[in-house]
């Protein structure tokens, strides 16, 4: 069991090294998209991503820019994206000229469609290379206070792959606390989403999730659950997104003092909320929560919350600032702490 929990603590590592992995900068296009601005300038390059606000639009003089989306009048690329406006509706395919300014005309196979320049939520690249579907935030933070001598380290991942109608969310923390004479703590976490969008002008999507988590501050050595169930967008614009979700769960847990294992079946509520200020550099805020009661012991219910504020201080690095919760009202050991909270600082990188 040591041996289980020990690999669900490496996992953030696992993860910093696939992202390294996926780094996409060997499969850069050609920079032949062009951007038209409201104020009649034109840009050639390659478009990235369009995200919070801000299309980000790589050039050979110039290095990487980040537009604001409300001074662009056109933009036109030969690659392929997944183009999705506040409604839910998606569209596939090359960005090509409009019959008038400030629209986007998406050429699908079908034919070519017209889009609103303000009512467009986000613009994804769909590249036929493997690597270059991946997005990558790593990140890592040390603490030392001299007073008790206590060290805290923390680490995390998060790892997106996308493909037309689904995306695979791959994230990974660990924080470890040492104090003198004191025992080390630590809680570890490493998740697996699959979501996967049902049909084309619908915010609904199902998913399935598998997640290990260890906390021995809650008694907690080893938990392995599985879940399914819909998400759906209640908002979502170019800065901002609400999303609801629900399903079902089983999990099996072992506690810290003994190897047996009990399992648990559970209803899960999910909420997750993030918005981005209009500016570069940019900040990002995040709140997620997730509610677990157990349909096995009626008197127990789990939550697990976080949030984080995320501020650019150089382009393509971060730093964040994350607080979290842990609570469970029967914890599985006797006399074991029912929450666990704190607060981690970082800096990260992401591609």
């Known amino acids: ?26 499969f850069a296009g050609e920079k032949t998209d062009v951007v038209k601005l409201k ?40 690659s392929y994206f997944r183009v999705e406006l506040r409604s839910g509706i998606v569209y ?6 409009p019959p008038h300014a400030e629209a986007l005309q998406v050429s699908e196979v079908a034919g070519n469609v017209l889009a609103s320049m303000d009512d467009i939520a986000s613009i994804r690249p769909i590249s036929r290379s493997f690597w270059k579907r991946f997005d990558v935030d790593l990140d890592a933070g040390f ?42 703590t630590s809680r570890h976490d490493a998740s697996l989403v699959y979501r996967r969008r049902i049909g084309e002008i619908s915010r609904v999507s199902w998913f399935a999730l598998g997640e290990l988590q ?8 080893l938990r392995l659950l599985g879940a399914g ?15 609801l979700a629900s399903g079902l769960a089983v999990s099996e847990e072992y506690a810290s003092s003994s190897t047996d294992k009990s399992t648990s079946t559970e209803l899960l509520g999910h909420a ?4 981005s200020t ?8 995040a709140a997620a929560a997730d509610v677990y009661p157990s349909l096995s012991d009626w008197w127990r219910v789990r939550l697990e919350a976080s949030a984080s504020v995320k501020r650019e201080v150089a382009h393509d690095f971060f730093v964040k600032v994350s607080p979290f919760e842990s609570y469970d009202s029967d914890p599985p050991v006797a006399g074991a702490a029912e929450n666990d909270w704190g607060v981690t600082m970082s800096l990260g990188w992401s591609y």
């Open 214 to 221: 260890s906390n021995e501050e809650l008694g907690l050595q």
């Open 278 to 285: 209009y500016d570069y550099p940019k900040t990002e805020l």
């Open 1 to 26: 069991m040591k041996r289980a929990t020990t690999a669900i603590g490496v996992l953030s590592g696992i993860g910093l090294v696939l992202g390294l992995v996926s780094v996409r900068a060997a």
């Open 39 to 78: 104020n009649g300038d034109y840009v050639t390059g390659e478009v990235d991503h369009l995200d919070s606000g801000l299309l980000v639009y790589k050039t050979d003089n110039m290095g990487t820019l980040n537009i604001e989306w409300e001074d662009i009048a056109e933009v036109t690329s030969k």
């Open 92 to 97: 596939y395919g090359s960005l090509v000229t």
């Open 143 to 184: 603490s030392f206070t001299q007073a008790n001598s206590a060290t805290q380290w923390s680490a995390s991942s998060l790892i997106t792959y996308q493909v037309e109608k689904a995306r695979a969310v791959f994230s990974a923390s660990s924080l470890v606390t040492d104090q003198e004479s004191v025992d080390a």
């Open 272 to 275: 997750e909320v993030s918005y």
């Open 229 to 243: 169930g819909l998400a759906r967008y209640m908002f979502q614009d170019f800065r901002s997104y609400f999303l």
